[in-house]
T-cell receptor, first 111, second 116 residues
Framework: GQQLNQSPQSMFIQEGEDVSMNCTSSSIFNTWLWYKQDPGEGPVLLIALYKAGELTSNGRLTAQFGITRKDSFLNISASIPSDVGIYFCAGNTGANSKLTFGKGITLSVRP | EAGVAQSPRYKIIEKRQSVAFWCNPISGHATLYWYQQILGQGPKLLIQFQNNGVVDDSQLPKDRFSAERLKGVDSTLKIQPAKLEDSAVYLC??????????????FGSGTQLSVL
């Protein structure tokens, strides 16, 4: 089945810094999604991407759908302590296909 | 608008025991999903319902897992008998339609299961 690769498993940054996370796949995806999960909660959608090359922002977050349709990145600018959490990429290959999640990246922000 | 409700929040059982989880989706949402999230992994779909019918249960271990959504609203997921490797967070999610691509998926807070 499709797999989404996220690395590294953990990232540590200083408050105020920018951070970029990448997600890659060997398969082509039609939709890319980025979720954040806080401890003890379910994932919450941050950004959804639908077209190759698409660049979408949500406040301090920016995500792009790769041209090859096999990757996506998420950028967080001017990080703040509440950005701490696990960031998952997810994608699917069609309107009726199941959503595949990456393993997630745990972000820590030092004040 | 109330979110996806799940209970219990935590459950500890011994292997070979049975356990059941309950989910009430967002009002009016036709599609309901059960995901399993093992520590350090992303959520993995176990079963998807459209109203009270099963759309996808290809990754559900049917020898021990069962799920139902009899009236097309709330749902229960059961494990019988539980194994150690079933220790995970079980997330319920719902969405308004079948054909969205995940962007309208709303998750509950999950049930954390520990099998000893």
């Amino acid at each position: 089945g499709q797999q989404l690769n996220q690395s590294p498993q953990s990232m540590f940054i200083q408050e105020g810094e920018d951070v970029s996370m990448n997600c890659t796949s060997s398969s082509i995806f039609n939709t890319w999604l980025w979720y954040k999960q806080d401890p003890g909660e379910g994932p919450v959608l941050l950004i959804a991407l639908y077209k190759a090359g698409e660049l979408t922002s949500n406040g301090r977050l920016t995500a792009q759908f790769g041209i090859t349709r096999k990757d996506s990145f998420l950028n967080i600018s001017a990080s703040i302590p509440s950005d701490v959490g696990i960031y998952f990429c997810a994608g699917n290959t069609g309107a009726n296909s199941k959503l595949t999640f990456g393993k997630g990246i745990t972000l820590s922000v030092r004040p | 608008e109330a979110g996806v409700a799940q209970s219990p929040r935590y459950k500890i059982i011994e292997k070979r025991q049975s356990v059941a989880f309950w989910c009430n989706p967002i009002s009016g949402h036709a599609t309901l999903y059960w995901y399993q999230q093992i520590l350090g992994q992303g959520p993995k779909l176990l079963i998807q319902f459209q109203n009270n019918g099963v759309v996808d249960d290809s990754q559900l271990p049917k020898d021990r897992f069962s799920a139902e959504r009899l009236k097309g609203v709330d749902s229960t997921l059961k494990i019988q008998p539980a194994k150690l490797e079933d220790s995970a967070v079980y997330l319920c999610a719902s969405s308004a339609g079948l054909r969205d691509r995940g962007e309208k998926l709303f998750f509950g807070s999950g049930t954390q299961l520990s099998v000893l």
